[in-house]
C-alpha cells in the first residue's frame, strides 16, 4: 500500500519506532516526531514488540532500562495485546518478510485497520498503511 497522506489518529508502532521515540527521537522523521508529541493521538505498542525487545535483551543485543516494559503506559502508549484474529491475519501472510515480529506487527495493523509506522522498507511490500 501506499504511505499514509495525512495522518491518522491512532497508529500501531513498530519497534525502532519505539525505541527511537524513547531514546533517540532525532531518529524519527519530522512527521511521526510531531504526531507522536500530540496528545490526541493514539500511539499502540504490540505485546510482540515486547517479546521481540525480551529476546534482544536475553542475547545482549538491546540494553533497556529494568523498568523499560512498565513504563510504557507511562510514555502515553496503549497495548494491543495479540489475538487469535490477528494470528488468522498472520496466516494469510505473503513471505515477503522473514521477521516474525514484524509479520506480526503488519497482520495486527492490516486487522485493526491501523497504520504501521516504520520505516522499514520490507514493509512496505505487504498490504498495509504506513505513516513515516
Known sequence: MAPVKSPPRSA??????LLWACATP??????VR??????RNR????HATLWE???K?????VSLPDSFFEDIP???YEWLEIRTEHLAEYRKLPLHHRDPFDRMLVAQARHEHLPLIS???DIRRYKVDVFW
Do not use: E, Q
Open 12 to 17: 500501531l508502532l513498530d519497534t525502532h519506532t
Open 26 to 31: 532525532d531518529k524519527l522523521s519530522s512527521p
Open 34 to 39: 510531531r504526531w507522536l508529541d500530540d496528545g
Open 43 to 46: 500511539a499502540l505498542v504490540s
Open 53 to 55: 525487545l525480551s529476546i
Open 57 to 61: 535483551v536475553g542475547l545482549a543485543k
Open 74 to 76: 507511562g510514555l502515553g
Open 119 to 121: 520505516c522499514d522498507p
